[in-house]
């Protein structure tokens, strides 16, 4: 999966390639014009982390990447050109930012769900500075579907949904979980609701890669948070947990 940089802008690219097409929306057409050539992405250099103004050389390109790892290139030579240390990073196997952690996040908030993606892929862990910008990142600007198209990716791997709660995000997305990480399972489960919600998911991985399925392997006792009851003999139950919506009112409150 290679993408090419040049010093040549889009229009010249697409004069060179005239069957190559423009990728994206008007949107990201504003900022720089990425043409696909033969199924290879090539792009004009960067100069900022929004992509949104154009570089004239590589080495100002790399400090624009958001993690070590993907700052690597390679020369037409056949040469790793590696200015931030990537390649090692890769070998001890964690996953940094390139220069200050705090900066690569603010240009582009969901480079935190990336950096869970990548840990989860390659089994890498995530250094602390970039694991601290994780941690007190604010993602309600970010949009949805984009959010969406990285979560459907970190539960392609069967801890995807574990490191997401460990980095706060899972949490940040669906809140319902937070009711459910010390509630009783109840007198049909030995272990949390929350425990049972990450293992249901783990096994619903080992046996399929239908990503529907793995996401209601997850999801199937998000109610129980808004339904638990404790009846007079101290008995738990979740009368009704199947019918609530996430982001709506408890069941109780429905029926």
Known sequence: DYDIFCNLTGEQILKLCPRGSVIGAEKRQKKILTVIVNGIEVSQYRSNGERTETGTSLDEHLSCCDYTCNSLALGLDGKIIDNYDGERHLRIGVLNAVGDAKDRIAEDKLRVFRAIRFTVKYDLWIGEYLWDEILR??????????????????????????????????????????????MEGGDHHNETVFEHSMGSFIVASQYTNNILIRIAALLHDIGKGKACNVD????VNFYNHEVYEIGRASCRERV
């Open 232 to 235: 007079d003999v101290g008995h």
């Open 137 to 182: 990142v604010d993602i309600g600007d970010i949009p949805a579907e984009r959010i969406r198209g990285e979560f459907v990716k970190i539960l392609q791997y069967p801890q995807g949904a574990l490191k997401l709660y460990e980095s706060g995000l899972l949490t940040k997305m669906i809140p319902e979980f937070t009711l459910l990480v010390d």
